[in-house]
């Protein structure tokens, strides 16, 4: 079985600083890939970054970077420069590398301060 | 390019009727998932599609449910009879099997 967990509901960040948002996992299987999604209060799920277990560099993408340590079974967002359009719930998820469903944690809600 | 598209985007509806949801996949993707969103149980999977075949039906809650995708970009979700706990956001992805996910904007349901 997978398992995500997301243990900060709520963060807030100033406007131009960096926050992260922490994730860790359990998972039984040895190929996984690692996702992030936004959801904004529009409600539309929008995907961020992903990672691959096998993967040696840690992904980036523009202003996010994902934090893998996969002896510690975590894979934390990076938003740097925050925004004040960076205001949104954040969902982390894992999926097997052959495919199929995501398995999501709760998700963090992050504000973004002027 | 256009994404997955779902409708309707609200459906209001009494307990006891027939609910159909839509959804038409990203062209050339070739799996299709419908998931769940509530405040108690979060983002779940319902039920996915390789190539048009069922893969995976475990999250359907129960005999109520029922999804169909008779071609490659046509995909329904039917709840029939509707109840009060059936009230979601129901959210269509789709992607290339074993690739990024892309998420429709939802249907909000609510049943009264």
């Known amino acids: 079985a997978q398992k995500i967990t997301q243990t900060q509901p709520g963060m807030f960040v100033q406007e131009k600083e960096a926050v992260t948002l922490d994730c860790t996992y359990d998972?039984?299987?040895?190929?996984?890939?690692l996702f992030w999604y936004k959801q904004p209060s529009s409600g539309e799920m929008i995907f961020l970054i992903y990672?691959?277990?096998?993967?040696?560099q840690n992904a980036t993408e523009g202003r996010y970077s994902l934090n893998f340590q996969k002896a510690r079974k975590s894979a934390n967002l990076v938003i740097s420069a925050s925004q004040l359009g960076d205001s949104a719930m954040y969902f982390c998820a894992i999926r097997r590398n052959q495919g199929g469903k995501l398995i999501f944690g709760q998700g963090t809600e992050l504000s973004v301060k002027p | 390019d256009a994404g997955v598209i779902q409708s309707p985007r609200h459906e209001v509806t009494e307990m006891g009727q027939e609910v159909t949801l839509r959804c038409k996949p990203i062209s050339g993707h070739n799996s299709l998932f419908w998931y769940r969103q509530t405040m108690m149980r979060g983002l779940e999977l319902l039920i996915y599609f390789n190539n048009n075949v069922p893969i995976d039906d475990s999250g359907m809650p129960e005999d109520r449910f029922s999804a169909k995708m008779p071609n490659a970009s046509f995909s329904t979700l039917k709840i029939q009879p509707s109840e009060p706990r059936d009230s979601a956001v129901y959210f269509c992805a789709s992607s290339l099997v074993a690739d990024t996910q892309y998420f429709g904007p939802g249907t909000r349901l609510t049943v009264l």
């Open positions: 998972t039984s299987d040895p190929s996984y890939g």
């Open positions: 990672q691959g277990s096998y993967d040696q």
